[in-house]
């Protein structure tokens, strides 16, 4: 059988609930987007804001650059209408907290470059001028998010700033295709803006992974 280039405990990552033939929202997803007041969000998917702390804080990522509220949080839906949350990081880091369904997360840590290949240890890829940057080993990390903790599925998840992550729904009971949806919260600390937050690009999939990782998740970059 093929194995993932990715885990290759894993067969080849590829969607249960594929983006490009979405099936029709259910009565009931439907309805509880509408509750929730749920939007479309430009990684896939569905989200509505409804926490912004009040509290300013320096921008601890630009200490030039204004302030941040201290934290925002977010309701975050996959459905088989909108099953994939695209490629993207958040400068943020983010905590994340598991309500119903299930989904695969793929993280690639962009920002740590193999103890193999840079002699010092781990340091920041971020920071190299383009041309210098590592390629090809970026470490892949991908894991199942739900509600069998016996299973090893997460209830609880941490993606810390600076990291890519890409999220797809899976049916709610293994080898069946069916999913009353993946909902989620997300807080990210500190609180989300547009400036922190960038899609991956194809040419920066490929300079960070192999040709064969980047082909196995081409899917899940935003076009
Ligand atoms: N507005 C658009 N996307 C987001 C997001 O991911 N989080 C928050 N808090 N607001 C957003």
Redesign the pocket.
């Known amino acids: 059988a093929p194995k993932s280039t990715i885990d290759a405990s894993l067969a080849p990552l590829t969607p249960t609930f594929d983006p490009k033939h979405p099936q029709r929202e259910t009565d009931v997803l439907q309805a509880i987007i509408q509750k929730l007041g749920l939007q479309q ?3 896939g998917g569905y ?1 509505v ?1 409804t926490d ?1 702390d009040q509290l300013r804080v320096p921008n601890p990522f630009d200490e030039q650059a204004g302030t941040r509220n201290a934290s ?3 309701f ?1 839906l996959l459905t088989p209408k909108s099953p994939l949350g695209a490629f993207h990081r ?1 400068k943020g880091r983010t905590v994340h907290t598991l309500h119903k369904g299930r989904g695969r997360y793929v993280l690639i840590h962009a920002d740590e470059v193999a103890a193999s290949s840079c002699p010092g240890g781990y340091t920041s890829n971020d920071e190299l001028p383009e041309s210098e940057r590592w390629t090809g080993k970026a470490r892949i990390e991908t894991f199942i998010v739900g509600q069998n903790v016996l299973a090893g599925e997460r209830l609880q998840w941490i993606v810390e700033g600076g990291k890519y992550k890409s999220s797809f729904l899976l049916p709610d009971e293994q080898g069946k295709e069916h999913s009353d949806g993946l909902l989620i919260s ?1 807080t ?1 600390v500190p ?2 803006e ?1 400036e922190d ?1 960038d899609f991956m690009r194809w040419e920066r999939m490929m300079a960070l992974v192999t040709k064969e990782q980047a082909e196995e998740m081409e899917w899940m970059v935003r076009k």
């Open positions: 969000h430009v990684e989200f804001e912004r925002t949080t977010i975050y958040n997300e990210v609180g989300f547009f937050h």
